[in-house]
């Protein structure tokens, strides 16, 4: 391919990149700028290339919502609806509006940050916010209404950056990723991941996300009747899995396992 060709190649791809960078308030650390390159796999870290950072908790509550809790104390609740992860009430709170179990209209007002995945006011929600040890970002994506239409920008996929760690939430999400937004999302140390298989999307789909996001963690949610065996095997055997008897764990960037691993909590 001539240079001038895929100088401006490179340009089309990653132009959308260097927009949001300009509205970051902070730089960046899991944006990866090759995975907005059409089917590019990011490599994981691995422990070897970790430095101690402090560690992250994380529990699941219940349904889509996780507790993620940073080493200065920060909280944070995922698809918060109020039933899950209010006690001890959160710092920050994310939202997405498939229906009633992923967000609440009527947050405790000493929540200081109620992130919706959509804008009441149309167009794509802009979430770019540093709260003490984290920097909480959004990736607008699509959503089905109940009568089976699509709307843009209805929802959004979830990036906390803490402790050297990325760590993404992709709510109830309805269609597969684009290039442009595997771009955005980066690189993903911790993926929480749907796996209903109908209500989001089929367990293929949902597969192929998690294979291409290759995380060190993936952290299913959202799993209603579906048997585990079905993700577990369409995402093949270079995940490992590991069943824990806790709904919570604490990891850092260096503690991360060296083979991808499916991470199953009490609960699930």
Not at 68 to 96: C, H, K, Q, W
Not at 138 to 160: A, C, M, Y
Not at 226 to 242: K, S
């Amino acid at each position: 391919m001539p240079a001038f060709r895929l100088a401006f190649l490179l340009a089309f791809l990653l132009w959308p990149l260097a927009a949001f960078a300009q509205e970051d308030p902070v730089p960046s650390r899991c944006i990866a700028i090759a995975q907005a390159l059409p089917g590019v796999t990011y490599a994981n870290f691995t422990p070897a290339q970790a430095k101690t950072s402090g560690e992250v908790k994380i529990t699941y509550a219940g349904h889509s919502t996780y507790v993620i809790e940073s080493p200065a104390g920060v909280r944070i609740a995922t698809d918060f609806s109020g039933i899950y992860g209010s006690d001890p009430l959160p710092r920050v709170v994310t939202m997405n509006k498939a229906h009633r179990t992923h967000y609440t209209n009527a947050p405790d007002p000493g929540i200081e940050h109620v992130l919706r995945g959509w804008n009441p006011e149309g167009g794509p929600a802009k979430h770019r916010i540093v709260v003490d040890d984290v920097y909480i970002r959004n990736v607008p994506t699509d959503i089905r209404s109940w009568g089976g239409e699509l709307e843009r920008d209805g929802n959004s996929i979830f990036i906390f950056e803490v402790a050297d760690l990325c760590i993404g939430h992709l709510g109830h999400l309805h269609t597969r990723l684009s290039d442009q937004q595997y771009g955005q999302i980066g690189r993903l140390d911790i993926v929480m991941v749907p796996i209903d298989g109908g209500l989001t999307q089929s367990i293929g789909s949902i597969s192929e996300i998690t294979t291409r996001l290759y995380s060190s963690v993936v952290l299913p949610m959202h799993r209603h009747a579906t048997p585990l065996d079905e993700f577990l095997r369409r995402v093949g055997e270079g995940f490992a899995v590991d069943f824990r008897d806790s709904p919570s764990f604490t990891v850092s960037l260096k503690t991360l396992p060296r083979q991808p691993t499916i991470v199953v909590l009490e609960g699930i």
